[in-house]
């Protein structure tokens, strides 16, 4: 059981170039999140999506698209990247109740130069 | 609105000895608590929850913790810290009454470095 799976592990982008982070599960989880992790700021809330076809604005949206594909997967777009999005990025899923917690993937460590 | 503290960025302890690593919380209704961890460059795992029923919740690797109402805390305790639960924990709040929306999403503390030394 795979569970939540994130790619790539590493990526160093320039300034201004694009890419896709890509996430997926197979637990047939309905929600599914992207977070942020820098050094004192703990985890921050970017995008996430309650259900299949919906998506919704978290903590710190700016900079970034995201796409929930289909059930499994749910993608993070950086159009333009820049230094301050230098971060390690997790993927979380969940069940849809408030009794569960998340399923976190093991992170996509991102550097802008 | 929903928040949690972790109030100590980081706590050392010698191995051996009992560790505590701090959580209190605000929320409007009963909360549900949850604890993870974070090894070095790993994603969180999920250590413990609190939903309802006894006070003193018991989850993986040893651990523990207490939830008390009063004092709207939920600490992770372990009776003898091991080197190797040398890590990042986070402390997670919920509050069903607000589920739905923004308002259901888990709100994380900032996390507790915990050290422990041979």
């Known amino acids: 059981n795979a569970g939540v799976t994130q790619t790539p592990k590493f990526q160093v982008l320039k300034t201004g170039q694009s890419m896709t982070l890509q996430c997926a599960q197979d637990?047939?989880?309905?929600?599914m999140y992207w977070y942020r992790q820098d050094p004192g700021m703990g985890l921050r809330l970017i995008y996430y999506?309650?259900?299949?076809?919906?998506?919704d604005k978290g903590e710190v949206p700016n900079g970034y698209n995201v796409s929930r594909l289909n059930k499994r997967e749910f993608s993070l777009r950086l159009e333009s990247a820049a230094p301050s999005q230098t971060s390690v990025y997790f993927c979380?899923?969940?069940?849809?109740?408030?009794?569960?917690?998340?399923?976190f993937g093991s992170g996509t460590r991102l550097t802008v130069v | 609105a929903q928040s949690v503290a972790q109030p100590e960025d980081q706590v050392n302890v010698a191995e051996g000895n009992p560790l505590t690593v701090k959580c209190t919380y605000s929320?409007?209704?009963?909360?549900?608590l949850f604890w993870y961890v974070q090894y070095p460059n790993r994603g969180l795992q999920f250590l413990l929850k609190?939903?309802?029923?006894?006070?003193l919740v018991k989850g993986s690797y040893g651990f523990e913790a207490e939830f008390n109402k009063s004092q709207t805390s939920f600490h992770l305790k372990k009776p003898s810290a091991l080197v190797s639960d040398s890590a990042l924990y986070f402390c997670?709040?919920?509050?069903?009454?607000?589920?739905?929306?923004?308002?259901?999403?888990?709100?994380f503390g900032k996390g507790t470095k915990l050290s422990v030394k041979p």
């Open positions: 979380a899923s969940s069940e849809h109740g408030h009794n569960y917690g998340y399923t």
């Open positions: 637990m047939n989880h309905n929600s």
């Open positions: 999506s309650a259900s299949e076809g919906t998506t």
């Open positions: 929320v409007s209704g009963n909360p549900y």
């Open positions: 609190y939903i309802t029923g006894d006070n």
């Open positions: 997670a709040v919920r509050d069903p009454l607000n589920y739905g929306g923004s308002q259901g999403n888990l709100i």
